[in-house]
């Protein structure tokens, strides 16, 4: 018996995998405030699509890759957005610019989350998404290995990298902070 993508409950669905689909946007993008935007999005991609999935177990890495393409897409969008602004900005005179404003400033109160964010930001996008998947989320080798599609030895292999590159950031930026 096959299953198609419009015989799921798209709703239910979106609902159950919300929590680490927006971890992920947020590893990818690194952008609080456009993770709303990216999952209105790939809820709209996911009722769109025409392909039909043959297995329903295969739900949560089709959603991922799902999720995956449409940060992409809106990264894309924003780049395009800040050439137009750039060419804008050349074009106006010096004295009507304004500066733009740091939002992020407020966000991160203590140092050592700052420290720590500093650190993710220099990881590669999959180490930092699988690094919070696994202690924002708490979720276990086997949890991250059925959402993300791969094997439970890609997990720990995965993790055990992206932590040792996390530890050497973290040492880089500590000795930044020190000199």
């Known amino acids: 018996m096959e299953t198609t993508l419009s015989a799921i409950d798209w ?33 709209l991609a996911a009722v769109r699509q025409a392909a039909p999935l043959a297995d ?20 894309r969008k924003c780049g395009r957005r800040r050439k137009l602004v750039q060419r804008a900005m050349e074009l106006t005179p010096v004295e009507t610019r304004e500066t733009p404003a740091q939002p992020l400033g407020w966000l991160l109160a203590s140092e050592r ?13 999959r180490d ?37 590159r996390m530890r050497d950031a973290l040492t880089r930026l500590n000795a930044e902070v020190e000199s």
Do not use: F
């Open 113 to 125: 989350r700052d420290l720590v964010r500093r650190a993710l930001d220099l990881l590669p996008a």
């Open 128 to 164: 930092a998404q699988i690094l919070l998947l696994k202690y924002t989320e708490d979720w276990n080798y086997h949890q991250i290995a059925a959402h993300l599609g791969c094997s439970h030895a890609a997990v720990e292999t995965r993790l055990h990298r992206a932590r040792q």
């Open 11 to 43: 709703q239910a669905a979106l609902t159950l995998h919300d929590r680490w689909l927006r971890t992920v946007i947020l590893a990818r993008l690194q952008e609080p405030q456009a993770v709303d935007d990216v999952m209105q999005e790939v809820a």
């Open 56 to 75: 329903v177990a295969k739900l949560a890495p089709w959603l991922y890759q799902l999720a995956v393409r449409q940060s992409l897409l809106y990264r």
